[in-house]
């Protein structure tokens, strides 16, 4: 019962590789705006996308950890 | 907690009393109600199409002219006659995630749902690629062994991208309605539910796009 709480906190740990991916996606979304501000909309689509794929792993992970917890 | 993850399971709504019971999944009952919403609006929007457009057929136009040009950029002129089909699957999946806002369970949170509509998806970017080239380079394409395990990578993470985003807002929304039922919510529905339904719709439509532009796309000799 212990162990499975444990193993589904583990499988949600995948949050912190997205937050970061999602970080270094928004600096260098901020950093082309800047440098190119016509170039803002496009460059909002893209970072949009980018953040929604990176969030996915983010997902997966949480998706395992309910299984997990669905089987105690 | 125990109340939460009955939350989670996909109830059956009745069952159909031949061959030993049917199961209708909630899922579905939602579904159909989708699908009338969907008829009606476009019963009422297609009504009294005018030359010049007015009012309510500007609104459609510049919806659907707008769904057009984002499909046409990603897979070109040959892509036109496959457009239906995309807009389809946005309309639904989107209407199917906003859903949530009127106290219906959004069928997008059965994972048989999500999987089907990746079945269909993947199904027919691979019927795309066979009428596009035939099916003699469909077959050649799966020497190169990437493209087998495409079939089963790419099917398993649209459905699961969209399935645990849904299910994720819903389990946040629950806790967050239970620690404050008054005021918060309504910021946190905003987020969750508008802004990550729809994108979650966009996201999955733009994958299937992309695998639609790569069958298409011509090879270089």
């Known amino acids: 019962m ?3 709480a444990l193993g589904a906190a583990i499988a949600v740990l995948t949050g912190a590789g997205a937050g970061v991916g999602i970080g270094i996606a928004t600096a260098k979304a901020t950093e082309s705006i800047a440098r190119q501000p016509e170039a803002k909309g496009d460059i909002r689509t893209a ?8 969030e996915a792993t983010a ?3 949480f998706v395992i950890a309910l299984l997990i917890i669905g089987k105690m | 907690m125990d109340n939460m993850m009955e939350e989670l399971q996909s109830k059956t709504a009745f069952t159909i009393p031949i061959l030993g019971g049917i199961p209708v999944a909630d899922s579905c009952v939602v579904t159909w109600i989708i699908m009338g919403a969907i008829v009606l609006l476009s019963i009422i929007f297609t009504h009294r199409l005018k030359r010049v457009p007015t009012g309510k057929q500007c609104l459609l136009e510049g919806l659907i002219g707008w769904l057009d040009n984002f499909f046409t950029d990603i897979l070109g002129p040959k892509g036109k006659k496959y457009l239906p089909f995309l807009e389809t699957l946005i309309i639904y999946i989107a209407f199917a995630n906003l859903i949530g806002l009127f106290g219906f369970v959004p069928p997008t949170k059965d994972i048989n749902v999500t999987a ?6 993947i199904i027919f970017v691979q019927a795309a690629f066979i009428i596009e080239k035939g099916p003699v380079k469909w077959l050649k394409s799966f020497l190169n062994p990437i493209n087998i395990l495409d079939l089963i990578t790419r099917p398993l993470s649209l459905c699961m991208r969209l399935f645990g985003n849904v299910l994720g807002a819903f389990v946040v929304m629950e806790l967050v309605k239970g620690l404050i039922p ?8 905003a987020y969750f539910d508008i802004f990550d339904g729809l994108l979650q719709a966009y996201v999955f439509v733009f994958l299937t796009s992309l695998y639609m532009a790569e069958a298409l796309e011509e090879e270089e000799h």
Do not use: D, N, R
Not at chain 2, 182 to 189: M, N, R
């Open chain 1, 2 to 4: 212990g162990m499975i």
């Open chain 2, 182 to 189: 008054i005021g918060v919510p309504v910021i946190a529905s």
């Open chain 1, 59 to 61: 997902i997966y992970g």
């Open chain 2, 116 to 121: 089907a509509l990746a079945g269909i998806a």
């Open chain 1, 47 to 54: 970072l949009l996308l980018g953040c929604a794929l990176a």
